[in-house]
């Protein structure tokens, strides 16, 4: 079992830069697919960023490409996600999330398909 803790939410104005971070304990993260998701108040979680255990593959939403980067560093155990250009929409309450995959170039888009979750992390983006 691995335990994941986010951290580096906050509050930015619109136009700036957020980098969050998922440390994992328990085991190692070059097990497991990663993912971010993102819940906005009164509404459905929803897809954000996602990096195959390899970390060679990589999906984003489509309001994410190009702002958003996910990256991993398996000897580090942590997976980030770097957000610019952010926006008030972007406004949620963020998770990273693990998924159990056998083959290092699997990237898992589904949140259902996620093994382990985070607490979250708050990131509002004021206008």
């Known amino acids: 079992q691995v335990q994941l803790v986010e951290s580096g939410g906050g509050l930015v104005q619109a136009g700036g830069s957020l980098r969050l971070s998922c440390a994992a304990s328990g085991r190692t993260l070059s097990t497991y697919a990663m993912g971010w998701f993102r819940q906005a108040p009164g509404k459905e979680r929803e897809f954000v960023a996602a990096i195959s255990r390899s970390g060679g593959s990589t999906y984003y939403r489509h309001s994410a490409k190009g702002r958003f980067a996910i990256s991993r560093d398996n000897a580090k155990n942590t997976v980030l996600l770097q957000m610019n250009s952010l926006k008030p929409e972007d406004t949620a309450v963020y998770y990273c999330?693990?998924?159990?995959?056998?083959?290092?170039?699997?990237?898992?888009?589904?949140?259902?398909?996620?093994?382990?979750w985070g607490q979250g992390t708050q990131v509002t983006v004021s206008s």
């Open positions: 999330a693990a998924a159990i995959v056998n083959l290092g170039s699997t990237v898992v888009i589904n949140g259902v398909e996620y093994d382990y």
